[in-house]
């Protein structure tokens, strides 16, 4: 390196620079942000961004209170929260240790099972609700001895709701959980064995705690998701006020006969999920900092 | 001190070990005993297995063949298909590391291994603070391990350990990841508390000097093969190869210091010679030199070497490109000098000469 030359700590194209000349062009153009890259990631930002901005902008503040008002919103939203945090709950009981099974042991066909994991997340969510329907709808392979042997139906009921936000959001849920788990040293469960904890001890008590930061950022993302879920909710579980019924629904359905009602709605859920995930995100950025 | 190495367990006591640990392009095949009350380091370098069979002995890593047993109790066999898990072994490890869980604090992480073997918490902290006290952090009882210095987590981890009680102690370079200043204390410290551990304590390392200062007895391990046991001094006396002979290469000497003079323990050979060292240090210390240090001379020379004995040439041996003297006199002395020396001096087994040490290659270590 000539004396000149950024120092090696910058970027990594200063470093291999094969000459001055080079490193000095790479200097003017600021700490590594060249225009290609530079625009579109502005333009990708405003694509992102301008939506909401259109939303507020277009919102009828003035009607806002009689719109919200309207009958529809809160029970429509109570759904949601409540239905979103059962199916964030289901989620981390069965998805945690599924993702700990994925990340901690070696078993034949892992590879398999851990592609059965994320086809939720490529599946269409429609699709996942027709499936749902062919497994837990009363004729289904479940279904039919779940209804039979306890008297439970779930498709078309609150319960139904659940299940299709679980299924769609719990992969979100184990990838996370699964990479914060690859990402810790299971040594320390090994220092915990020669003290004495059997497997599930040293999980409960060195594991989870080790891994909690991962599984709060996994239980955010799966709540967000299970909180916007439209298409397999709409297909297993229908579309009924007060039982059914979630944001997303009730958003969809307004906008055909009562727009301004639709933007109420949805500003409304946008607010409720900016607030909840500041909020975690703050509480949880805060302990591991 | 210079008893012969090998020494056949008659009584089922202690660790009885044959690990076999095939991995393909490694394998591990050491036969290791040791009693209770007993340190025994494994000593060898970087790849040499210290670590596998130290694994293997605490069952993190499984044999593949051969047998280990604790106390009469048969931990692992696999021919019997026999293999007791480490949470159900009476084991306790310091690793390399520490790996102290960085959520609980300095108690929390004493009080782990004595909550898991079924004590409340209430008692298990009790304990805990009991053991904190004893390597002298009780007042790093609430921090959590990150906020503690190198030596204090090496001591937490020892405390750990111990806590449950363990019949086999296992410390995996208890040294390594602490700086040079630390290290003298903590060795002092660790030496201490081995002594008063009553069951087995296998340590491994890679340096000659903890492994003398600290164990009774010393295996060497190089590429997963045994290649020679027995007590520090007689290792260093004898060495059975080259790579022993560069490793274990140091005279080493207990004494009371007083200032850099170190005044040696009236027991045996070297009894209440005095060593002019390069540290000044007060109490028990060790003094130790290396081989290549002692010169030696046919008559007493003018100069201005301090540690200075006759002595007389107890046994030559040639190791690589210098010869190893075993040289017995006021203290015994490992020294190692040129062929061309030994022709000079006209050394034969039995010459008496003169071995001369400079003070500034003595060095002199808390005991």
């Given amino acids: 390196m000539t004396p000149g030359t950024t120092k090696p700590t910058g970027g990594g194209s200063v470093r291999t620079a094969p000459g001055p000349a080079r490193a000095r062009r790479f200097a003017r153009g600021g700490r590594g942000a060249p225009l290609v890259l530079l625009i579109p990631a502005l333009l990708g930002l405003t694509f992102l961004v301008l939506p909401l901005i259109g939303l507020l902008v277009k919102a009828p503040w003035s009607t806002m209170p009689s719109e919200v008002d309207g009958g529809t919103v809160w029970p429509a939203l109570r759904l949601s929260l409540e239905t979103a945090t059962a199916a964030t709950a289901a989620s981390l009981v069965l998805g945690v240790p599924l993702a700990w099974l994925l990340a901690r042991t070696e078993f034949p066909g892992r590879r398999f099972v851990r592609t059965l994991v994320t086809l939720p997340l490529v599946m269409p969510p429609v699709v996942g609700g027709v499936a749902l329907l062919l497994v837990f709808g009363r004729d289904g392979l479940v279904g039919e001895w779940l209804n039979s042997a306890f008297g439970i139906t779930l498709p078309f009921t609150t319960a139904g709701v659940v299940v299709a936000e679980a299924f769609v959001a719990m992969p979100f849920l184990v990838l996370s959980v699964e990479g914060a788990l690859r990402g810790s040293d299971s040594r320390y469960e090994e220092a915990a064995a020669t003290l004495g904890a059997s497997r599930f001890t040293a999980f409960r008590r060195v594991t989870l705690p080790l891994v909690a930061p991962g599984i709060g950022a996994g239980a955010v993302l799966a709540w967000a998701r299970a909180l916007g879920e439209f298409g397999a909710t709409i297909t297993f579980a229908g579309d009924f006020p007060g039982t059914t019924q979630t944001m997303p629904l009730a958003v969809y359905l307004a906008l055909e006969n009562d727009p301004d009602a639709a933007i109420a709605l949805s500003v409304v859920l946008l607010i409720v999920s900016v607030l909840v995930l500041v909020g975690l995100r703050g509480r949880w950025t805060g302990g591991a900092a | ?367």
């Fill in chain 2, 1 to 367: 001190m210079s008893t012969p190495a090998i020494q056949a367990p008659t009584e089922a006591v202690g660790v009885d070990a044959h690990l076999m640990v095939d991995r393909g392009e490694f394998s591990l095949d050491v036969e290791l005993t040791a009693r209770p009350g007993e340190v025994l380091a494994l000593l060898g370098p970087n790849g040499a297995g210290k670590t596998t069979a130290l694994r293997a002995l605490a069952g993190l890593t499984p044999l593949t063949g051969g047998r280990l047993s604790l106390d009469g109790e048969v931990l692992e066999e696999p021919a019997a298909r026999l293999r007791v898990p480490t949470e159900d072994r009476p084991v306790g490890v310091v690793f390399q590391d520490y790996l102290l869980f960085p959520h609980l604090s300095a108690l929390d992480n004493v009080a782990f291994g004595l909550r898991t073997r079924g004590l409340r918490r209430a008692e298990a902290r009790a304990e805990a603070a009991h053991w904190l006290e004893r390597v002298g952090l009780a007042d790093h009882a609430a921090a959590r391990p990150r906020a503690l210095s190198g030596g204090q987590a090496q001591r937490v981890a020892l405390a750990r350990a111990l806590a449950p009680k363990p019949r086999l102690l296992l410390l995996d370079e208890p040294m390594a990841a602490l700086d040079a200043r630390t290290r003298l204390d903590v060795r002092a410290q660790l030496r201490r508390h081995l002594a008063d551990f009553d069951a087995v304590a296998v340590l491994v390392t890679h340096d000659p000097l903890d492994a003398m200062v600290l164990a009774d007895r010393l295996t060497v391990i190089e590429g997963g093969r045994v290649v020679q046991h027995g007590t520090p001094a007689d290792i260093a006396r004898h060495p059975r190869s080259d790579y022993v002979a560069r490793l274990v290469g140091l005279n080493l000497y207990r004494g009371r210091a007083d200032g850099p003079e170190v005044r040696l323990d009236a027991e045996g050979e070297g009894a209440d010679a005095v060593l002019a060292t390069a540290e000044s240090h007060s109490g028990p210390v060790f003094a130790a030199f290396p081989p290549s240090a002692v010169t030696l001379h046919r008559e007493r020379p003018d100069g201005s070497a301090r540690n200075l004995w006759p002595v007389t040439v107890r046994g030559m041996e040639l190791h690589g490109d210098q010869v190893r003297l075993d040289l017995a006199g006021t203290l015994p002395i490992t020294a190692d000098i040129t062929p061309a020396a030994v022709a000079e001096l006209g050394l034969a087994e039995g010459s008496e000469v003169w071995a001369a040490v400079k003070a500034t290659a003595v060095h002199s270590y808390p005991a």
